[in-house]
């Protein structure tokens, strides 16, 4: 055979004008290609296409999250209002946070049993070191928060260096640090936070000021509105499909509509709580970690495929520490909103159904229990459902016996949902 | 002409691999010029893999030396082999079916831009690389996951070549395709032939190798069975060398069927 490589070699242009043979590929012959018509015909009918594969995303929780506040609200007329909101909100922010360390692990594929006692612990070292032995808020905040990080790099290593299950390693931890902070809480059992501290103020403070609910809510719509577009100009002129502008208004006014009714809600109480601000801050810095740095595509890649990633030269070992590190670090600081709440750490701190309510609202929000996918977002998506069912029982003063039933069904109809989804993505070639 | 009668890019000399009691690889010789595609042929158990494995510095031989472009080079890891530019499609393809065909491509190897992926970047380098490729794929940004058997192979080849290798091997890329799908990699494996790649494909299908292959190195129990010139060869030739005589199942087949025996097939080849 006569070829000549150095002439074929150049065929690939480095750079630039890779347009026109693109657009060729796309367009041309094979009829299933999925080309995209322009505007809004063509996102509806993706839209259309996407919900019969079983692509449903965060549809089924929007829709209960509106079908929970219909049915609350008819009930009792409060449930809606400013204060019951958003004290919803403030209360959610704990478990919330913890919930988003579950989102990370769930997406490896696996399950962290521990973040409830870790939570629990982190709030026991808090106080311990605090009021016990007088070291400044801050330092004690910051180791509590790193014990929580040691323990889970500790699970992380049992788990991806020693090769126990992760279910096991976390069970043991679910046991092993609950008895750590018992012992750590000594014969007394409660230790009362101080009421004007530092921790107290993570869900006790509020931006009174009118203009912090509505200057949050701007930002982030402008926000959110000047990265898109940037976004779309750039893969215009790069040549890649890109957003039309309608889609980019459509998207930022879906957005705006709830954060300025949000931010509304809030200036009609006592401001916006401080714990809001920390819970969102967390859930858009984690979800920039995950879907635009290299580390995130790396977690997702090893709920994919394990074997897939070690070949592409992923490290592995690391990423699974790290991630189980992450979940760690958000059990703690879950924690420390948790004890803020009640203003003490005793004995029940992360007791009853912290570990199962995290773990719903994760998958609740649409994270999916076997790994590769899901989003930060669900934590806050499935959060506010729990914590809505809690709240509306709380107001039409339903025994806690039934709200463990209902929220155990609701759980159950989230993974029916994943469940099913994925089944239907298979089917139409989309798991 | 002229690449072809060069130094040959990649050359084995004397390989040997022993594992315990078995010698896998004695003495195989194998030169890969540019612009060659060279299959690799022989039934289960004649050292393929074993071979593969060892140009991919996955399992390292034992004895013997591996000429890259003239030079002997140690190739004692995976990552060595890439950096020469070995580059080496399993047969398990190894793609994260929850990824996008974007997210695949660019695998442990994302392009960043001041610490944040680059995606339109990502985006448009893999359409430009489908695109010289010829590979048509309903989405650059579906899950892998939806896509045929013959368009994940096709991506998965399409992926060893983002680290501009010249030397690709390709372990049964047709094994468990249709046959228009079969031919779409076909027609892959002759464009990367045309781009000046040397390529070795490792397949049982004779009539994938007689499709694409210029030449065709047979390995038997571990040793070379010959290499042939696929256009001066005939098919029966092959066989022979593969399995390794003139009277086996295969002949007394053949002989059986045109009534009187077949005995130039395998001549000089043992």
Same mark, same amino acid.
């Given at each position: ?44 009918? !993706? ?32 449930? =809606? ?58 330092? @004690? ?76 809510? #701007? ?79 790396? &977690?997702? @890649? ?13 490290? $592995? ?23 803020? /709440? ?11 159904? =912290? ?20 989003? #930060? ?28 039933? &209902? ?25 | 002409?002229?690449?072809?009668? @060069?130094?040959?890019?990649?050359? =084995? ?77 399993? /047969? ?27 995606? $339109? ?6 359409? !430009? ?24 192979? #096709? $991506? ?29 990699? =076909? ?11 040397? $390529? ?16 065709? @190195? ?14 001066? #060869?005939? /098919? ?21 069927? /045109? ?12």
């Amino acid at each position: 055979m006569s070829t000549n490589p150095s002439e074929s070699r150049g065929t690939e242009p480095a750079d630039g004008n890779g347009q026109a043979p693109a657009e060729g590929a796309v367009t041309a012959v094979d009829p299933r290609l999925l080309v995209r018509q322009e505007g809004f015909a063509g996102y509806w009918s !993706e839209f259309g296409r996407k919900l019969r594969s079983g692509e449903l995303g965060s549809l089924p929780v929007v829709v209960g999250l509106i079908i929970i506040a219909i049915v609350f609200q008819l009930r009792d007329s409060a449930f =809606l209002g400013a204060e019951n909101l958003s004290n919803l909100f403030v209360t959610a922010a704990g478990t919330g946070l913890i919930a988003v360390g579950i989102v990370f692990v769930l997406i490896l594929g696996e399950i962290d049993l521990s973040v409830g006692s870790v939570s629990g612990l982190a709030a026991a070292v808090f106080a311990v070191l605090n009021v016990n032995h007088g070291m400044p808020e801050w330092l @004690a905040l910051v180791l509590a928060i790193l014990s929580g990080a040691v323990i889970g790099a500790l699970h992380g290593f049992f788990f991806a260096r020693i090769g126990v299950p992760a279910f096991v390693v976390t069970l043991a931890g679910l046991l092993g640090w609950n008895g750590l902070m018992l012992q750590v809480l000594g014969s007394n059992g409660t230790i009362n936070l101080d009421d004007t501290g530092l921790v107290a103020d993570l869900t006790n403070h509020y931006f009174t000021d009118i203009s912090a609910a509505y200057g949050l809510a #701007t930002l982030s719509v402008a926000a959110f509105f000047l990265l898109s577009f940037r976004d779309s100009r750039r893969r215009e002129a790069a040549g890649v499909p890109s957003r039309p502008l309608s889609e980019i208004v459509l998207r930022t006014v879906a957005l705006a509509v709830p954060a300025y009714v949000v931010a509304w809600l809030f200036n009609q109480y006592k401001g916006l709580p401080l714990a809001v601000v920390i819970f969102l801050g967390v859930v858009v810095a984690l979800d920039f970690v995950l879907r635009r740095t290299s580390y995130g595509r790396k &977690i997702f @890649a090893l709920g994919g495929s394990v074997e897939a990633a070690r070949r592409a030269g992923i490290n $592995v070992s690391a990423i699974r520490i790290s991630v189980f590190a992450l979940s760690g670090t958000m059990a703690a600081l879950g924690g420390m909103f948790l004890a803020s /709440q009640i203003n003490a750490a005793n004995q029940s701190s992360g007791a009853g159904s =912290l570990l199962m309510n995290a773990i719903a609202a994760a998958v609740i929000g649409g994270t999916s229990l076997f790994g590769g996918r899901g989003k #930060t977002w669900s934590a806050l998506l499935g959060v506010l459902v729990i914590q809505s069912i809690a709240s509306g029982m709380a107001l039409l003063g339903i025994a806690s016996a039934v709200q463990y039933m &209902i929220t155990g069904a609701v759980l159950l109809a989230a993974v029916v949902i994943d469940s099913v989804s994925r089944r239907t993505q298979r089917s139409a070639g989309r798991a | 002409m002229m690449n072809v009668s @060069a130094t040959p890019v990649l050359a =084995l000399r004397g390989i040997s691999k022993r594992f315990g009691a078995v010698q896998a690889l004695t003495d195989v010789e194998l030169e890969i010029r540019c612009g060659e595609v060279v299959a690799l042929v022989g039934d289960n158990g004649a050292g393929k893999s074993t071979l593969v494995k060892a140009i991919a510095g996955v399992g390292p031989a034992d004895d013997g030396v591996i000429e890259w472009e003239g030079r002997p080079v140690t190739v004692d890891r995976p990552h060595t082999a890439q950096e020469l530019g070995i580059a080496t499609v399993y /047969q398990d393809l190894a793609l994260c079916d929850n990824l996008d065909v974007v997210g695949n491509l660019f695998l442990g190897r994302e392009i960043v831009r001041a610490g944040v992926l680059d995606e $339109v970047e990502m985006e448009r380098r893999a359409r !430009e690389l489908l695109a010289t490729l010829s590979i048509r794929i309903p989405s650059v940004r579906i899950p892998v996951a939806s896509l045929s058997g013959g368009q994940r192979q #096709t $991506v998965a080849i399409a992926r060893s070549l983002l680290g501009e290798p010249k030397v690709v091997i390709l372990d049964e890329p047709t094994a468990a395709l249709g046959v228009e799908q079969t031919a779409q990699v =076909l027609d892959l494996v002759e464009r990367l032939r045309e781009r000046g790649l040397g $390529v070795i494909l490792i397949s049982h299908n004779m009539a994938d190798v007689r499709a694409v292959a210029d030449r065709v @190195a047979v390995l038997r129990l571990g040793c070379n069975n010959g290499t042939f010139e696929v256009r001066a #060869t005939s /098919q029966e030739e092959i066989i022979s060398a593969i399995t390794g005589a003139n009277d086996n199942a295969v002949t007394r087949r053949e002989a059986r069927r /045109q009534g009187e025996g077949d005995s130039e097939t395998a001549e000089g080849n043992q």
